[in-house]
């Protein structure tokens, strides 16, 4: 039986994600701890002063403390070992955890727009020295934040996205300042529920593109600079002896870990080992793919295809076209 050269059988290594460090890691915690207790001050603090914009960039921070929890978690989950039941490890914790958000962040869309629709038609009285005060503690809060996230190592997946998060708060946190200064000097109360709706806006924002992103990876969505189409051109046209490149698949575990399976024919005088330690490194290099499972196809068959590419449904049928599949388990 023909055997499948796997991408295990070199020296180079598989990980191509940027480092996790110590300090990248108590940057997070920190923060975290930093925005979700900030977060109560401010939900109650919106509370007490009747300030529906406060209670919105709340919402808003809650999305921080979860991006940031999320990261924190992706660290930490990320160097647990895969077992016999788990053989991809715990990674993709995070995907899920995300995904959950998003959609209790749509929840919360919601009823900031409800409410705002209610005081618009009834308007309650703000506090508004109260509510400056917590938006300008707020606004303190994020500032010293963004700094603690851009200190040293920020190139960092998770920590480019944190910083990013706290970036779109600080838009709350001015617009929370700016509403209790219109009252405080005009008294014209419908600025708090005009500028809730634009704070909900942001959070909408952030809970589209993390529910996009999240069912991107659990539906084993490509990344977006690897298509199948694309690796298969590229290795087409930049691998030697590579002959023909057939049944790709290519998905995330998590944000940023590319994994995929793949056919390749080599061409007529090639070494098959050396085609396949080949096709890894440009794999590695261009798409930063860093684990792949790579079948030698001896058959030189190329018709009928991928059963999965068709949609067919997928019951034991042997082996196709001479190749073992390079599966995932």
């Known amino acids: 039986m023909p055997h499948d050269h796997h991408s295990h059988d070199h020296d180079h290594d598989h990980s191509h994600a940027p480092a996790v460090t110590g300090d990248n890691e108590r940057k997070v915690l920190v923060a975290f701890f930093i925005i979700f207790s900030f977060m109560i001050v401010e939900a109650v603090g919106g509370y007490l002063s009747g300030s529906l914009a406060l209670l919105a960039d709340a919402g808003h921070m809650l999305t921080d403390a ?6 924190y978690a992706a660290f930490r989950f990320g160097r647990r070992a895969a077992d016999a039941r788990r053989t991809f490890g715990y ?21 900031i727009v409800y409410e705002a629709v209610q005081r618009f038609r009834q308007p309650v009285e703000i506090l508004s020295g109260p509510m400056l005060a917590v938006a300008v503690a707020g606004l303190l809060v994020n500032v010293f934040v963004l700094w603690l996230l851009t200190r040293g190592d920020t190139e960092h997946v998770n920590i480019k996205g944190a910083a990013l998060h706290v970036m779109g708060d600080l838009l709350g946190s001015v617009g929370a300042i700016v509403a209790a200064l219109v009252i405080r000097f005009t008294g014209w109360m419908p600025i708090d529920p005009v500028l809730s709706v634009l704070v909900s ?6 809970a589209w593109k993390q529910l996009a992103k999240s069912g991107h990876i659990l539906l084993e969505g490509a990344p977006d600079n690897a298509a199948p189409q694309e690796i298969e051109r590229h290795l087409m046209e930049s691998v030697p002896g590579v002959a023909a490149v057939s049944h790709v698949h290519v998905w995330l575990i ?9 056919h390749v024919r080599p061409a007529p005088g090639a070494e098959p080992r050396a085609v396949v330690e080949a096709v890894e490194r440009a794999l590695a290099e261009r ?15 190329e018709a009928g295809g991928c059963a999965l590419s068709r949609g067919e449904s997928q019951e034991p049928h042997g082996h196709e076209h001479g190749a073992e599949t390079g599966g995932r388990a």
């Open 91 to 111: 990674a993709r914790f995070e995907v899920i955890a995300g995904f959950i958000n998003a959609i209790t962040l749509f929840g919360i869309v919601v009823w």
């Open 254 to 262: 998590s944000s940023g870990r590319a994994l995929a399976t793949l």
């Open 201 to 206: 806006v942001l959070i909408l924002r952030s």
């Open 66 to 71: 979860v991006a940031l929890a999320l990261a």
């Open 287 to 301: 798409f930063a793919i860093g684990h792949a499972t790579i079948a030698i196809d001896w058959s030189g068959d």
